[in-house]
């Protein structure tokens, strides 16, 4: 989608520090880190939130997990890692093109909401 900020990102229109990419999945830096180690992984395919998560979207969301294990193998999370993905304006959600947080490098709280 051509007004989405993160298909833009997706496509290099718009820079972003890479992580990580694969056929599925592209992983970059969040211009606003909350941890050392904040990370956003996104399905190339445009999906507004999880909430449009069904049976065609199977492998997608299964590579978007896979994408977030492996960005913190790579950037060394062995003590832990939060994966967030927030859904809707009571989640706070701020783009609407699917996206996990990949959160660590450091102790959280057990606070979730
Ligand atoms: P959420 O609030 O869950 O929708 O998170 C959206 C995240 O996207 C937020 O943590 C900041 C990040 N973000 C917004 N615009 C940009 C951008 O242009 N570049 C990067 N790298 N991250 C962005």
Not at 21 to 48: C, G, S, W
Not at 53 to 75: F, S, W
Not at 100 to 111: A, E, I, N, S, W
Request: hydrophobic share 40%; proline share 4%.
């Amino acid at each position: 989608m051509s007004d989405c900020l993160f298909c833009r990102i997706i496509s290099g229109e718009i820079p972003s520090a890479k992580v990580y990419e694969d056929a599925l999945t592209y992983a970059f830096r969040d211009i606003n880190p909350m941890m050392p180690v904040h990370v956003l992984v996104v399905p190339k395919q445009h999906l507004a939130s999880v909430a449009a998560a069904d049976e065609a979207t199977d492998e997608v969301l299964a590579g978007c997990l896979r994408t977030c294990a492996k960005v913190a193998a790579q950037e060394g999370l062995t003590g832990g890692f939060r994966v967030v993905s927030n859904c809707g304006d009571d989640a706070c959600q701020s783009v609407q093109h699917l996206h996990f947080h990949v959160l660590g490098g450091g102790k959280m709280t057990d606070r979730m909401g």
